[in-house]
């Protein structure tokens, strides 16, 4: 999964500032809207990493027979807080692709941004649900250990 985004990274992205940077020096005030927009957009890859770092922990934890540990409940709350400020990101940075959009006359643009962001907070949500599921399960494993 990281792949894909480490791609676009190195790829496109640099393609696409360097694109902004010519219509700068022909004089366009839009590229700095571009710029900021790629600005969020590395920004953003930053807690996507790092979320998909804890769900590879996650993942190890399970394979340890430590899925019922408060270790898995604090992976799951790291994803959660990064699956929101992915969309924060995203939030901040729809209005300057609306301009973008707007100036482009490329309406799929907006759409493009909404899908980041209803992606990123269903993630959140579903991370947020297993986390409060782990804990309640912990609590109980730990009530049952001490009654036997």
């Not at 700095?32 to 934890?61: K, T």
């Not at 540990?69 to 990064?82: A, M, P």
Request: hydrophobic residues 55%.
């Amino acid at each position: 999964m990281g792949i894909p985004v480490l791609a676009l990274c190195i790829f496109l992205l640099p393609q696409i500032a360097t694109e902004a940077i010519e219509q700068v020096k022909m004089g366009s005030e839009l590229a700095y809207i571009v710029f900021s927009v790629l600005f969020l957009m590395y920004l953003s890859a930053i807690p996507f990493y790092i979320a998909l770092y804890q769900a590879l922990r996650l993942l190890s934890y399970i394979d340890q027979n430590l899925a019922f540990s408060d270790l898995s409940v604090k992976s799951l709350k790291k994803i959660k807080k990064c699956a929101i400020t992915i969309s924060g990101f995203y939030v901040v940075n729809l209005p300057f692709v609306y301009i973008i959009a707007e100036w482009d006359d490329a309406p799929g643009l907006i759409l493009i941004g909404m899908v980041i962001i209803g992606a990123s907070m269903v993630i959140a949500v579903f991370a947020a649900v297993l986390q409060r599921l782990l804990q309640e399960a912990i609590h109980i494993k730990s009530e049952n250990d001490l009654t036997v």
